[in-house]
């Protein structure tokens, strides 16, 4: 495994699901459009994680989940507000604890594990992928920032 | 460890041993003046052995990587290391300020206070002196060059001192499978082996101590030396500040210093204890030192800093430093201040009942000790004194985290008491030596309790004497134990006195509060990567790099890096920033407006929520249809404006000010929410999803339909379309008083956006125009801004907007318009101001009716007439309304310009707004 590389992916088709009303029985549909249950507190499951009791972040196509959506939510197009990379190798995790301020050295943050946090003042999304990656969602206006500061960090790792 | 490093002090080559600080490689070469006292200049050389030194402070480094008043002894010594001497002039032997302590006796504790009082204007005149004086080492120019890390980390215990008591701390942690963090300021593991060496469960101390270190290393933990625990704040938030090289030295890799952000389930303080001096009289001299000092520089580093050395001690650790010095070839004489037989069978010459008056010497160290031994004087011959006074446990962690502190009877000193969180100190933290007080002896004028602040026990006593009782205040008024190094050495001594002058046990003299940082921390540490350009947050709109190509003059709005203008040839600012908006009263421009706050709205209750934020009619609006808004605060008072638009019968979008984006996200949230929380709504954030093309002028209608290759949508109505085969929302309103339109493309296709737009736009010879030339227009036509204009303090009628209010209610804020004081006519409200006389209207000056009468308003913002030219303002003026056609003068006395100003209306241009329609 490669020690860490970090790597800016490809603008996503990216849409925030948000459920109204009885999130429940919405959720139900959504979860037979899917073939799986929309994930629980800081979790990921498929395309798709949670961001906040009512709220999902959905990666790649929504027309399943548009064509049971009906009246019980909304599906809102962001894609273009976000930069994702992928931090992968053994020490991801390190990374992550440069001007941060989340526990991402933590075992339990493991794959399929999602975090909102701050790092160097910028909102970060992190969905753990696999032990030897993860991916970050970030604002793109703070990308070329949070791009470069991690390029900087990885330089200076404590061992 | 062998091998010699190269050194200079004061331009001095010098050599050292590896693993020696600055402090013992100086004593190694015979230095003992190593600097000179902040005020009397007194000669001063090495007390101590650790963090705690006040007097052998020394800048090191050259350029942008000098750091001044670093602690010698706490300094490791690496090639090429450049260190000087501090607070001296022209040299450290023949210094000029040596001359003050001739007058010291005219320089008393509080002089500042007694003698720099009178007219104010002579302040001015102190002041030079005074700046001169102040300080000790000179504070770097040059930019530093290396980098800082701030990083964050959890632990289940975090143990601060890798003495014994920590390390056992640490080990029995690890084996309760806990993840540790050992951290110790030295650049070793258990240093105080080195200084006591000791066999420790059947090992050598050493190898003890690294079995341990690499046990909590191997279980997952941290072990971090050179690192400090600065401060402890609540719920076991620790900060460290690691050098990962010595100050000065050039790092391999970039990096110098990282301060971690620990968060720590339990804190265990094995912080041990400082020595503390003694006070008689020139107890300041070179050649005074600490006991455990000499110990340390003896065994630690080889270096014997004298060969007949006389011990004031009043405990027993001074006879470890006698055995020390005799192990190296050192003749020892031990002046025992008890009574009890301590030193009996130590084969020393110990004489008890003795305390030091008065060391003899000069700059160059001391060379006799005069002592009184059961009432009379007697004077020993010496090149070395160790003074051994007691240990003051370290307990500024355990403060800092709101601990209590008991008294030790035993040990004359604060030990920790109960503490709140779960912080826990061990060893001689909690458990310092036995040992008593001697108090002050010799000449009180020249016995020291602040070496660094060049506090004596005199200064106390005239402190006390002026009724300085509390420690508090005694320490403002003297300066004791401020600085570098806090009172490390001086805290409990000055405790003392002051207990011993009151008639009082030291408990009931007060303590002084333990603030961190607990050793000097570098801006740099606590900066982190926020330097220089990084220093804040920067938001790069998804066309900065379009603009940067240009090489504009940029604009800090926020955190968001826009273009105020983007000047042609020599143009300045305003010439610029004019011709952009003549082109767009002329012709056409475009602009970047992708800053701009934006919400998506959706669902079958989205009318009705934006009812509630919105103060204006929302509910009316025909799908395709939009509108100017403005939001209120609960009280009443409008805080951000912007536009509402109807893309289909349940979606929205709502945008606001660039300025007010987060906040109004905010609040978004909130009323969803809390306010909302029962209806079938989204609200979306979309304000980086979008980015938004400005495109303004007469020739823009045309522009868009060539463009879009559709009749352009008229004004304020949306319609989904395509340019340069992108999806792309078409919104047609303006903010230039021109016809307008924003063109919404999906950020990743911003690019491909502006260079279509771009080419119409100078096919008709109009030019991009930035933020400069958009004041200029808005403020022309009576737009507003929220921040300088929309202020927040306002009503919607005193912004000339209560015609646009919602007649059927229901918005927040409509209660408290009710507010009798908001119906009071003489409160500030929004006009517009035009120059009579011809010059600038200064933005933010006075509105005064006279010179030196009272404002009664202020300008918010100020331009030009963008063709006619002829200097324009809006304006905050009390019951401004009913004012209009009155002369006033916008006055600005801290600039020295003044304008004699016509109150109007705040629409200077078109105000029928007949520019809008087709």
Not at chain 2, 71 to 82: H, K, P, Q
Not at chain 2, 188 to 209: F, Y
Not at chain 2, 841 to 862: D, F, K, N, W, Y
């Amino acid at each position: 495994m490669t020690e860490l590389r970090i790597e800016p992916l490809e603008r996503a088709l990216l849409h925030v699901l948000e459920l109204w009303g009885d999130p429940k029985r919405a959720a139900k549909q959504i979860a037979k459009a899917l073939g799986h249950d929309l994930p629980g507190a800081g979790r990921a499951a498929g395309d798709v994680m949670r961001l906040s009791p009512t709220t999902w972040l959905v990666a790649g196509d929504v027309a399943a989940i548009k064509a049971v959506l009906g009246d019980s939510g909304a599906l809102t197009p962001v894609g273009g507000g976000y930069v994702r990379a992928r931090l992968s190798g053994s020490k991801w995790r390190s990374l992550l604890m440069e001007g941060g301020l989340f526990n991402a050295e933590a075992p339990e943050f493991a794959a399929d594990c999602v975090a909102t946090t701050l790092i160097e003042h910028v909102t970060v999304t992190l969905r753990v992928e696999s032990a030897a990656a993860c991916l970050a969602y970030f604002p793109a206006s703070h990308a070329a920032d949070l791009l470069h500061f991690w390029q900087v960090s990885a330089g200076g790792l404590p061992q | 460890m062998s091998g010699v490093i190269n050194f200079t002090f004061d331009g001095r080559a010098l050599t050292a041993k590896p693993g020696q600080t600055l402090a013992a490689a100086l004593l190694g070469n015979g230095i003992k003046l190593v600097g000179r006292s902040f005020k009397y200049h007194r000669p001063r050389g090495i007390l101590s052995a650790g963090v705690e030194e006040p007097n052998a402070l020394v800048t090191v480094g050259e350029g942008g990587r000098m750091e001044p008043n670093t602690r010698a002894t706490d300094l490791f010594v690496y090639e090429g290391l450049v260190a000087i001497s501090q607070n001296r002039w022209p040299s450290l032997r023949f210094d000029a300020g040596a001359v003050l302590q001739l007058v010291a006796r005219a320089l008393p504790a509080g002089f500042y206070y007694k003698t720099f009082f009178g007219p104010p204007r002579l302040w001015l005149f102190y002041e030079k002196f005074i700046r001169r004086a102040a300080g000790l080492g000179p504070a770097p120019t040059e930019v530093d060059p290396d980098r800082y890390a701030t990083r964050a980390a959890f632990c289940d215990v975090l143990v601060v001192g890798s003495g014994p008591a920590g390390l056992i701390a640490a080990r029995d942690a690890v084996r309760a499978g806990k993840k540790v963090m050992l951290v110790e300021q030295d650049a070793v593991i258990a240093p105080s082996l080195l200084c006591d060496p000791q066999t420790i469960e059947g090992k050598p101390g050493h190898t003890w101590a690294d079995e341990i270190a690499a046990e909590v290393r191997s279980s997952g933990g941290r072990v971090l030396t050179r690192t400090s625990a600065s401060g402890l704040w609540d719920d076991n938030f620790i900060c460290l500040s690691e050098k990962l090289v010595e100050p000065g030295q050039v790092p391999e890799h970039g990096l110098t210093q990282r301060y971690w952000h620990v968060r720590a389930a339990e804190v265990v303080l094995a912080t041990g204890a400082i020595e503390r001096p003694l006070t008689f009289a020139n107890n300041d001299l070179p050649g005074v030192m600490l006991s455990q000092a000499v110990r340390t520089y003896t065994n630690r580093f080889g270096v014997v800093p004298g060969k007949r050395v006389v011990i004031a001690a009043t405990n027993d650790d001074a006879y470890r430093t006698a055995a020390a010095l005799r192990q190296a070839g050192a003749e020892v004489v031990v002046l025992d201040s008890r009574t009890a037989p301590a030193g009996q069978d130590s084969g020393f010459e110990v004489h008890n009942r003795a305390a030091p008056l008065m060391a003899n010497g000069g700059k160059q160290g001391v060379t006799g000790l005069i002592a009184l031994i059961d009432g009379a004087e007697r004077t020993f011959a010496c090149d070395l004194i160790a003074m051994a006074g007691g240990f003051t446990p370290v307990v500024h962690l355990h403060m800092q985290a709101g601990g209590k502190l008991d008294w030790d009877a035993a040990a004359q000193a604060f030990v920790p008491g109960a503490a709140p969180h779960n912080v826990r100190t061990v060893g001689l933290a909690a458990q310092p030596q036995p040992a008593e007080t001697l108090g002050a002896s010799g000449n009180p004028k020249a016995a020291f309790v602040d070496f660094q602040n060049d506090v004596t026990v005199a200064d106390l006593d005239l402190a006390w004497r002026e009724g300085y009782r509390s420690a508090e205040h005694l320490k403002r008024y003297t300066t004791l134990g401020m600085a570098t190094d806090q009172g490390k050495t001086s805290n409990m001594t000055a405790l003392d006195r002051i207990a011993r002058r009151e008639g009082i046990a030291v408990p009931e003299a007060g303590l002084t509060t333990f603030r961190p940082p607990y050793t000097p921390v570098s801006m740099g540490a606590l900066a982190g990567a926020s330097m220089g350009e990084h220093a804040l947050p920067m938001r790069r709109p998804a066309l900065h790099a379009v603009h940067a190509a240009r090489d504009p003059i940029w604009f800090d709005a926020g955190y968001w890096k826009r273009v105020r203008t983007y000047p042609q040839g020599s143009e300045t600012l305003a010439q610029s920033g004019l011709r952009e908006a003549r082109a767009v009263r002329t012709s056409a421009g475009l602009c970047d407006v992708s800053t701009l706050a934006k919400f998506a709205v959706q669902g079958p209750d989205a009318v009705q929520f934006l009812e509630r934020v919105c103060a204006t009619t929302v509910g009316k609006l025909a799908v395709g249809r939009g509108r100017y808004t403005f939001m209120l605060r609960e009280d009443g008072l409008v805080f951000d404006d912007g536009t509402v638009w109807r893309l289909e019968a349940n979606r929205y979008l709502l945008t606001s000010s660039t300025g007010g984006a987060s906040r109004m996200a905010t609040w978004l949230s909130y009323v969803r929410s809390h306010l909302c929380a029962d209806l079938k709504v989204s609200v979306v954030c979309v304000q980086e999803h979008y980015a938004a093309i400005a495109v303004a002028g007469p020739k823009s209608p045309g522009i868009m339909a060539a463009l879009t290759g559709a009749e352009a949508p008229r004004h304020m109505s949306v319609v989904h379309t395509e340019i340069a085969g992108l999806p792309v929302l078409l919104l047609a309103a303006s903010f230039s008083g021109e016809r307008a339109f924003e063109v919404h493309f999906d950020a990743s296709h911003a690019e491909a956006g502006w260079q279509a737009i771009e080419t119409e736009v100078q096919a008709v010879g109009g030019a991009p125009y930035g933020i400069e030339a958009m004041e200029l227009l808005r403020i022309e036509k009576g737009h507003l801004v929220v921040g300088p204009d929309i202020d927040g303090r306002l009503t919607a009628q005193e912004l000339g907007m209560g015609k646009m209010l919602n007649t059927a209610g229901g918005y927040i804020g409509e209660a408290c318009l009710q507010r009798p004081d908001l119906a009071d006519p003489m409160r500030k409200q929004l006009v517009g101001v035009e120059a009579i006389d011809g010059g600038a209207i200064p933005e933010g000056a006075m509105l005064v009716r006279e010179m030196a009468t009272p404002a009664e308003g202020h300008v918010t913002g100020s331009g030009l007439r963008v063709i006619e030219g002829g200097s324009i303002a809006l304006a905050h003026l009390r019951g401004g309304q009913g004012r209009h056609g009155e002369v006033l003068y916008a006055h600005s006395p801290t600039r020295k310009v003044t304008a004699k100003v016509r109150v109007r209306s705040p629409h200077f241009y078109d105000p029928a707004g007949e520019r809008y329609r087709d």
